[in-house]
């Protein structure tokens, strides 16, 4: 886990106006994400960013969503710079085995996916990354969760699958809803492995400026 140097804070005196504190901008279309920041109070607008996400060669898990959500965060900042917005980008993959394992293609796929983690200890990985949009300076973090699941037969997995749940989640599982099941324990932060640290993102968005959202 690393992060970038904090910019050197204004002198105050009086409050600062209201106008000239920055705006969140969430660069991801994520609905676990929105809703964990829907938990914390934010106020923040949702502006995609669309990229190719595919590891590079010989990329480490955790190089690689650092990377994107470096890459995430600062491809919505040049768009909208220079006005005063903070702009929040995150990447969570699931790794097991050396191996980053994606959303699943179908509902073969993800079963497949599935029945790989059953049983055994797998890690989910989140890089986030903060941007302001007037000075492009950035901060990332790289947040680690282990998870254990429990054993589960193909036909269990089967009709887990058909919910549809799983088909968007990156290792084909949502640990917020009935994929909570085959989970034994997590080890580390739980909003982590539902795609967003909600403590580390909110110290990130404190240092990087950002008061008065609430």
């Not at 209201?18 to 106020?43: E, I, M």
């Not at 960013?49 to 060669?57: C, F, G, I, R, S």
């Not at 993959?93 to 980053?100: K, P, R, T, W």
């Not at 949009?133 to 901060?139: L, M, P, S, V, Y």
Request: glycine content about 8%; proline content about 6%.
């Amino acid at each position: 886990m690393r992060a970038t140097p904090s910019p050197s804070q204004r002198e105050r005196g009086a409050a600062e106006p209201v106008a000239s504190l920055p705006t969140l901008v969430l660069a991801s279309r994520s609905p676990r994400r929105r809703d964990l920041l829907n938990r914390a109070a934010l106020q923040f607008r949702v502006i995609p960013a669309t990229l190719d996400e595919m590891p590079l060669p010989g990329e480490e898990p955790e190089q690689l969503v650092e990377r994107l959500a470096r890459a995430k965060a600062g491809t919505v900042a040049e768009r909208l710079a220079p006005a005063a917005h903070l702009v929040l980008g995150a990447d969570t993959v699931v790794a097991i085995d050396g191996e980053v394992l994606g959303k699943p293609e179908c509902a073969a796929h993800a079963e497949r996916l599935l029945l790989r983690l059953l049983g055994r200890t797998h890690r989910v990985l989140t890089g986030v990354a903060v941007v302001a949009a007037t000075t492009g300076r950035i901060r990332s973090l790289v947040v680690v969760s282990q998870v254990t699941m429990r054993d589960a037969s193909e036909a269990e997995v089967a009709r887990y699958v058909a919910t549809g749940e799983p088909l968007d989640k990156a290792g084909g599982y949502a640990l917020q809803g009935k994929g909570r099941s085959f989970v034994r324990r997590v080890e580390g932060s739980e909003t982590n492995v539902i795609g967003l640290p909600l403590d580390e993102t909110l110290a990130l968005l404190e240092g990087a400026g950002l008061v008065g959202n609430s």
